[in-house]
């Protein structure tokens, strides 16, 4: 006895037979009969649309946009600088890198405002960013203490829609992270549970270009139990630059191909090349110097190192819930973060690199300052 319509025909094989059976093997064929039939109409489809498209890129393409498909090699314009760099650089307002102090109160209020602006990148060299109004990149240095509440002001302030993605927050980026308008802002908070030095970006598609154009930054969360002392804290936020131009008679613009093949014309501390090497960090004999380095990439890493010494401390990964001991170099990849303690007793000029060292040549290197050393570093 079964309760089941006839219809169903699994349902009836222990009595139905062969008319069961029967009308399985039928329904099946039939359904089959179906998907093919929509499978070749929705083939015709594609295939008239790839046509189509095809049709329409031909045109322009033999006509005259060359730039579309553009293949590698790609011309490289890096360490161009212009013909008096050197007092451009003299000239130039080294990004501060000292840690500014954390802001009392259980919230934090931080307002950014996102701008289209034109900024140096090296000696002469001009590029068009998206970027942090009165920043330019990096943005700026956000400090708070672990059990802060973050409350984010972002003002879109340029032309098409961005946004912001705080590596510290734990929250649901669909939300926190979508895109604003252009001249909208928005507000958001979230609670900096978690200590470490993060990267702060945009998020709007196609990110690569969004980090690419500058938009960027650090935030350093101090845990609640305090490190041990140190006696200068700087953040370096490490970034390549990818050119459509050398940028030295107007503002080169982002070279989406040179982003895609990751080959840069300039890579950075803290947006602008060599910025330290002319005015170095400083530090006295003796003192613990601790740097919060971020690798905002878009895409490469960075093997940060103190030539001269050995890290005393190294919360490699940013994980700062214990350090590593006489460790030389550490990667910071992109999208990430890492701290380091350097105690020098001796005077002396100390180069900070990143150790894969096509990054030096690029402009990826500073100078910490110990005391007043006489001379200067022969690289
Ligand atoms: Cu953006």
Redesign the pocket.
């Known amino acids: 006895m079964s309760s089941y319509p006839a219809t169903e025909p699994y349902r009836g094989t222990d009595h139905g037979g062969f008319a069961g059976v029967a009308a399985l093997l039928l329904g099946l064929a039939l359904g089959a009969v179906v998907i093919v039939s929509v499978f070749l109409v929705k083939a015709a489809d594609d295939a008239r649309d790839d046509a189509a498209a095809m049709t329409k890129q031909a045109a322009p393409a033999s006509a005259h946009d060359h730039t579309a498909h553009q293949s590698l090699p790609l011309t490289s314009f890096a360490g161009k600088a212009a013909p008096n760099a050197e007092a451009l650089a003299e000239a130039h307002n080294a990004y501060p890198a000292a840690l500014p102090a954390v802001p009392a109160g259980n919230l934090v209020h931080v307002n950014m405002t996102?701008k289209d602006m034109t900024v140096e990148i090296a000696p002469g060299v001009k590029y068009n960013t998206?970027a942090f109004d009165g920043h330019g990149a990096p943005g700026p240095i956000v400090h708070v203490r672990q059990g802060q509440t973050v409350e984010m002001t972002l003002k879109n302030g340029?032309s098409?829609?961005?946004?912001i993605d705080f590596h510290a927050a734990r929250i649901a980026p669909n939300i926190a992270f979508r895109d604003v308008a252009p001249g909208d802002s928005f507000i958001f908070r979230f609670k900096a549970g978690d200590p470490g030095v993060f990267m702060y970006?945009?998020?709007?598609k196609p990110?690569l270009?969004?980090?690419a154009?500058g938009?960027y930054g650090a935030i350093v969360v101090d845990p609640a139990k305090s490190l041990p002392k140190a006696d200068n804290a700087y953040v370096l936020v490490a970034s390549e630059w990818y050119l459509s131009s050398d940028g030295i008679q107007e503002p080169a613009s982002l070279n989406m191909d040179k982003a895609r093949a990751m080959a840069p014309d300039w890579t950075t501390f803290n947006g602008y090349a060599n910025q330290y090497v002319t005015h170095p960090l400083t530090a006295d004999p003796g003192d613990t110097t601790r740097f919060y380095v971020v690798a905002a990439g878009p895409t490469l890493d960075t093997d940060f190192h103190v030539v001269g010494t050995i890290f005393n401390r190294a919360w490699v990964n940013g994980d700062m819930s214990q350090f590593q001991r006489g460790v030389q170099t550490v990667g910071v990849p992109a999208g990430g973060g890492a701290v380091f303690d350097v105690k020098i007793d001796e005077e002396g000029l100390y180069p900070f690199v990143s150790h894969a060292f096509a990054h030096v040549d690029l402009g990826q290197v500073g100078l910490l300052k110990v005391g007043n050393p006489k001379g200067h570093m022969s690289h």
Not at 160 to 163: D, K, N
């Open positions: 996102l998206w340029g098409i829609p961005h946004s970006h945009c998020g709007t990110v270009a969004h980090i154009n938009m």
